[in-house]
Every structure is written in C-alpha cells, then in structure tokens.
C-alpha cells in the first residue's frame, strides 16, 4: 500500500482484490467528509454571528454583513459579495 503513497497525480494503479476497492473507496470517502467537516465547523467559527444551526453564546444574533459565501483557498479565509434575497416561486 506504501507505493500509493508515492504515486503520480497521472499515474495508474491497477486494484487486485474488490476488498482492496473497496477499502480505498471508503477511505477517500472518509477523508472528503472529514475535509468537509472541517470546513464547516471552521467557518461556523469564523463568523462573527449565529446563522441556522451554529448558534455562537457571544454573537447570538444574525448579521446582515454576513448573507454572504465563505471563500476559503488554502490558508486564505474571505467573504463573497453579498448575496441577494431571492424569492423562490413554485
């Protein structure tokens, strides 16, 4: 398993076994939810306010400044352009 470690973004890895698959499969699986939930959490920490389910004791209320997107590249943390209120018709 350690030369999966070394390969090349376009390099070729031929699987053997269905349990070795598999097992690579739920552990890229793991890993992008773990990326995620980091992700969230982080942002959630990030802001200066409480929105939806991430209620913050010392900023309990929402914040217009913060109807926006996180923007997150690398080590750099921003905010989008607001976003604007859009009124869904069915």
């Known amino acids: 398993m350690g030369y999966l470690l070394k390969a090349t973004p376009n390099q070729t890895v031929q699987l053997n076994s269905d349990q070795a698959e598999q097992n690579l499969k739920l552990a890229a699986e793991t890993l992008n939810l ?3 939930a980091y992700l969230i959490l982080k942002s959630a920490a990030w802001r200066t306010e409480s929105r939806g389910g991430h209620y913050r004791s010392d ?4 914040s217009a400044d913060w109807q926006l997107h996180t923007l997150i590249q690398g080590d750099y943390w921003g905010k989008s352009a607001k976003i604007a209120n859009y009124i869904m018709s069915g």
């Open 34 to 36: 773990t990326d995620v």
């Open 59 to 62: 900023y309990s209320q929402t």
